[in-house]
């Protein structure tokens, strides 16, 4: 990653595998991450002054927070270099949104960082990345983007990074987000090294009993994420075995299955967000449970405020 004299000369695009570096085996059928950052830029067609580090070749869904503490250590080491005008991530769609939030939680910098993908292969006949990679570039090198933090671009969609999360499998505009509106960012922390912080995500169900959540509590994580029902409600039988792992001291965070709108806890009831709340549970607000994971790790390996990182 050297530098050019002049200041804001060019935009980093790092790789890290994803869809948009796949090519697919002709006998299996099978998708895997083959090409390098060179390979996606000479595709997109781009003209803009750019330069390229291959950070990992993965399928995000194997994404670790170590991968995540790696990728923000590039990032900021990246911005330490006046002559980087902004910084392009291509990744996986299946952990973008979440991989987009730790980037945004620690960034202070004016210039843009933004995500993008694929949802096809690089040699499918229709392929999207080329695109979405050309678009991204473009807005990480306009001076317009500055101070918007992290975005993720894709489909011809520039979202934020907060409240972002995959809404279609297949589709090519394959994120929104959950609020209406562009959610405001708190104020960045310094980056901590997530990878031992242990947050698992728990999805409850009608009628769930308390055996998950005590099994997960037995194995000693440092907080738990329940993707709730509703605006934040879960059964009886989950939510005394809350009611335990609270009384314990960990903290738990409350999102929801719901595509769309935020947490409320308004109601009652041995499960009811209301009751959890009084309990010392913490609504996430308008994040998902995998954003929420994430404010939630961020803030245990910080020692911030986990209400302030998820924006409630």
């Known amino acids: 990653m050297t530098s050019p004299a002049r200041p804001g000369t060019f935009v980093l695009v790092i790789a890290t595998g994803g869809t948009i570096a796949c090519t697919t085996d002709p006998a299996t059928g099978a998708r895997t991450p083959t090409l390098s950052a060179a390979e996606l830029v000479t595709a997109c067609g781009t003209t803009d002054e750019v330069r390229v580090y291959d950070a990992t070749s993965l399928d995000s869904s194997s994404m670790t927070l170590a991968d995540v503490d790696h990728l923000i250590s590039l990032v900021h080491s990246a911005l330490a270099d006046v002559s980087v005008s902004g910084i392009v991530v291509t990744h996986g769609t299946d952990s973008m949104a979440d991989t987009a939030l730790a ?126 029902l509703g605006a934040g409600n879960v059964s009886e039988g989950m939510g005394a075995a809350l009611r335990r792992v609270l009384g314990g001291g960990t903290p738990v965070v409350i999102s929801t299955s719901v595509p769309h709108g935020e947490v409320a806890f308004d109601y009652g009831g041995a499960g009811g967000g209301n009751t959890l709340g009084k309990l010392g549970a913490i609504p996430a607000g308008w994040l998902r449970a995998g954003q929420a994971r994430i404010a939630l790790a961020t803030a245990l390996a910080t020692g911030s405020d986990p209400r302030a990182l998820l924006g409630v």
């Open 103 to 228: 980037l945004d939680l620690v960034h202070s910098d004016p210039r843009p960082v933004v995500l993008t993908g694929a949802q096809v292969p690089s040699d499918h006949p229709r392929a999207d990345g080329p695109a979405n990679l050309l678009h991204a570039i473009t807005l990480a090198a306009d001076p317009l983007s500055r101070g918007q933090g992290v975005m993720v671009s894709f489909g011809g969609d520039t979202l934020a990074a907060r409240g972002a999360f995959k809404d279609d499998t297949s589709a090519s505009r394959a994120f929104s987000l959950s609020a209406p509106m562009t959610l405001p960012r708190p104020r960045p922390v310094s980056p901590a090294p997530l990878a031992d912080v242990c947050v698992p995500i728990v999805r409850a169900w009608p009628g769930a009993g308390s055996e998950l959540i005590d099994a997960v509590a037995s194995l000693g994580p440092a907080g738990i994420v329940v993707e709730a």
